[in-house]
């Protein structure tokens, strides 16, 4: 492997932990404004924001649907809901109810896109 290949696949992995570090900010700003949305714990929000991030990819693996809370309008919007909703029975210490999963993707949607790197 070359020194640029290297560098690369650093950079890629550099960067995917970040923006798992700031969706994990993100999940933690979310869960203190929604309610019926909660997540306790730091490694909690760690392991949602694994699990997010990989249904999210798996979803627009297999459906080429952009799972963003805003990506594709109001599809990619249920999809987001229903991502949220179905994290809860594989992340422990974490809860969303149905309309805590809309209020979720919503601020999600919103935290999204003021900030620049695309979190789900």
């Given amino acids: 492997m070359s020194d640029r ?3 690369s696949n650093n950079n ?3 960067g995917w932990i970040g923006r798992l570090v700031i969706f994990a900010i993100i999940l933690a700003i979310t ?4 309610p019926g949305f909660s997540i306790r714990g730091f490694w909690t929000f760690l392991l949602a924001a694994v ?11 297999l459906m080429k649907v952009d799972a ?7 599809k990619g919007f249920v999809i987001a ?3 949220i909703y179905c994290t809860q029975f594989l992340v422990p210490n974490m809860h969303a109810s149905i309309l805590g999963s809309i209020i979720a993707a919503l601020v ?3 935290i999204d ?3 620049p790197s695309r979190s789900m």
């Fill in 5 to 7: 290949e290297q560098h």
């Fill in 12 to 14: 890629s992995l550099l």
């Fill in 31 to 34: 869960s203190y404004l929604t």
């Fill in 51 to 61: 699990v997010i991030t990989v249904i999210d990819y798996l979803v627009e693996s």
């Fill in 68 to 74: 963003s809370p805003f990506g594709k309008g109001f």
């Fill in 81 to 83: 809901v229903i991502i």
């Fill in 108 to 110: 999600i949607g919103v």
């Fill in 113 to 115: 896109a003021i900030m």
